[in-house]
């Protein structure tokens, strides 16, 4: 059999396997912490599932029009700029999609050519390089600052003739890094400069805790609202990781474009998932998220302590819901996955290693997960750390950096 060689160019997650492995040892009856997971661990809010619920009840599940039912179209339109303190986009310039995800691949392909570099700043969540090469860009990868925050003169370097877009995440995943006012005035003037778009993945927009709340490019002017496709969905911000819905909003050449692939490549939106969305965003926002925010903050606050009290350095995150300590001083030749697969095995914890978003001195812990299980994983994390004192020298940091 020989596969496209776009299939063969496309590698799976690297946390799959580590996955599998903790999933295999729990059911081997070992109580594994997981500090992977991208989840939020609270349900949908109640008006959500009760919305979602009529839809299946009433029998009345059709498809809708590609791009999404028009009144969830214009009540996206309304709430996405109103939280971000912009005019309305109009019905046309929203798409709806089956997620964030989805709104992504849809905007790459509309917009990226054969050949066109996408310019990702590292560390970057692992769906962009793959879906950047499947629309057939190239990926450019960025470093970024040691706090994680963007390097401006690095981004000038990276960019050539060739150069089609931005992918700008703020909340970052996986670091928590929100781009502070300044960073995005500075990045969306450099992508005004070189005729660049700017696809915003806003998804964790909603879950920022301490200082200036998070800023979107396309709020700035009208022209760059014009060159940026905002990339959200209900995942993160609503607890609807399984309803899988999200949208692409910006100008309506890219949204039209965008519903025309969908419409022969996935078709309309999940309906019932629809009308779970559209509740969520038609009244005030629900109790619920509040309550999930608060928790998700307390969990930052005592999780990062823990890290720098157990002496790993830690980037203040201030949004999502992941911690991203610096490992270098414990890692030998097999680098953050060696680390991960160890830390597993020896003390039954699951983290993810830093290659998974492209750098190798680094780990994730997600702390959507409750503050009794985040407690139990650093006692196992100090306990490993204890057990392994630091084995790399000044030089040998110096060469991974
Ligand atoms: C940065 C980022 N963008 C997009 C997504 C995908 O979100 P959705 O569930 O809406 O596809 C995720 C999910 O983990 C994410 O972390």
Redesign the pocket.
């Known amino acids: 059999m020989s596969l496209s060689q776009r299939a063969q160019s496309i590698s799976l997650s690297v946390t799959l396997a580590l996955d599998a492995r903790a999933k295999a040892l729990a059911d081997a009856g070992r109580d594994i912490v997981n500090m992977s997971v ?2 939020p661990d609270f349900p949908a809010p109640a008006i959500v599932q009760q919305a979602a619920s009529r839809r299946v009840l009433s029998g009345d599940v059709r498809y809708t029009p590609a791009a999404g039912a028009r009144a969830l179209r214009k009540a996206i339109g309304e709430h996405a700029a109103a939280v971000r303190g912009i005019a309305p986009y109009a019905v046309e310039e929203v798409t709806v999609c089956h ?6 691949s849809g905007a790459v392909l509309a917009l990226v050519d054969p050949g066109d570099e996408v310019l990702l700043i590292l560390p970057a ?1 692992v ?1 962009y390089v793959e879906i950047v090469r499947i629309g057939g860009g190239v990926p450019v990868s960025v470093p970024s600052r040691a706090d994680c925050g963007p390097d401006f003169d690095a981004i000038e370097r990276a960019i050539t003739p060739r150069t089609k877009a931005v992918l700008y ?1 703020s909340p ?2 996986p670091t928590g890094y929100v781009w502070t006012h300044d960073e995005v005035r500075a990045l969306a003037s450099l992508c005004e400069r070189h005729g660049l778009w700017i696809l915003s ?1 806003e ?2 927009r909603r879950l920022v805790y301490d200082g200036e709340p998070n800023l979107s490019p396309a709020t700035l002017s009208p022209a760059l609202r014009e060159r940026t496709i905002v ?1 959200d ?4 911000s609503l607890a609807m ?1 399984g309803y ?3 949208f692409a909003a910006g100008p309506r050449e890219v949204t039209s474009a965008i519903e025309r692939l969908h419409s022969h490549l996935t078709g309309a939106p999940n309906t019932i998932s629809q009308d779970g969305y559209l509740a969520a965003l038609s009244g005030p926002e629900p109790v619920e998220i509040e309550h999930m925010c608060a928790e998700f903050d307390r969990r930052r606050r005592w999780l990062i302590d823990a890290l720098r009290d157990m002496g790993l350095s830690a980037p203040w995150p201030r949004g ?1 819901f992941y911690a991203f300590p610096d490992v270098r001083a414990y890692l030998d030749e097999r680098g953050t996955r060696g680390l991960c697969e160890d830390v597993l095995e020896q003390v039954d914890l699951a983290l993810v290693p830093g290659t998974a978003f492209g750098v190798d001195t680094h780990v994730r812990l997600s702390y959507a997960l409750s503050l009794e299980r985040i407690q139990l994983a650093a006692e196992r994390l100090r306990r490993f750390l204890e057990r392994h004192p630091r084995r790399a020298t000044a030089l040998a940091v110096a060469q991974r950096a």
């Open positions: 991208g989840e997620s964030t995800k989805h709104a992504l969540w769906s995440n970052s995943n993945d998804i964790y990339l969905g209900a995942s993160k990781t899988r819905i999200g999502a």
